[in-house]
């Protein structure tokens, strides 16, 4: 006899680190960092076109922009630069989608991508929604970043990079050397970076 199968198709992954999630109502407890790291680390920035023997990762992307934000804000505190370095973790369960083309297809990405970003950020300490401010604050970084990674990995001119991202202000002074050598990392690299910044926030 046929096994019977439920008629709702199925909504969770299962991580490496055993936990299942429900993709339609995430639970904080079963997020972990280092499936989040795991899988970043493996999402390419620019859909892998990119220079470089590796592609340049989500992993990098988010260390970057909590970078960026702490060097625009040295006053952002331990909270603020955890929700910089986590605020493309949804991106470990459905991928990086370059902008253009979710505004193509028009379907509301941005609900699901909030829902599960909630989640985290209760995983991990955080109000469930970064205030108007912070918010603000982490599209500023992560503009600056995509510039960066535009013109130095991605084959943009810098008149290109500046007409979509904007010019990057005030990178520049001490610690600001590192903004303008980005260098693709293997996966595992990538991940030992992202824990390694997360454990010096969290």
Request: charged share 25%; glycine share 6%.
């Amino acid at each position: 006899m046929p096994r019977a199968t439920s008629s709702q198709p199925r909504a969770w992954q299962r991580m490496l680190s055993g936990r299942r999630l429900d993709l339609l109502d995430p639970s904080p407890l079963d997020i972990e960092i280092e499936d989040i790291a795991h899988g970043l680390a493996r999402v390419a920035r620019w859909n892998g076109q990119t220079a470089g023997d590796h592609a340049f990762s989500v992993a990098q992307h988010c260390v970057l922009v909590e970078q960026i934000a702490a060097h625009l804000d040295p006053r952002l505190d331990r909270q603020g630069r955890l929700a910089a370095l986590l605020h493309d973790a949804p991106e470990y369960v459905v991928g990086d989608m370059i902008s253009p083309f979710k505004a193509a297809l028009g379907l509301d990405y941005k609900a699901f991508e909030r829902r599960l970003l909630a989640a985290i950020h209760i995983r991990f300490g955080l109000p469930p929604a970064c205030s108007a401010e912070l918010e603000t604050e982490i599209k500023k970084a992560d503009r600056m970043a995509a510039y960066l990674e535009a013109t130095q990995l991605a084959g943009f001119t810098v008149p290109e990079g500046e007409k979509f991202f904007g010019r990057p202000r005030r990178l520049s002074g001490e610690g600001s050397q590192k903004f303008h050598r980005l260098k693709p990392l293997a996966p595992p690299e990538a991940a030992a970076i992202y824990l390694k910044t997360f454990q010096r926030l969290a």
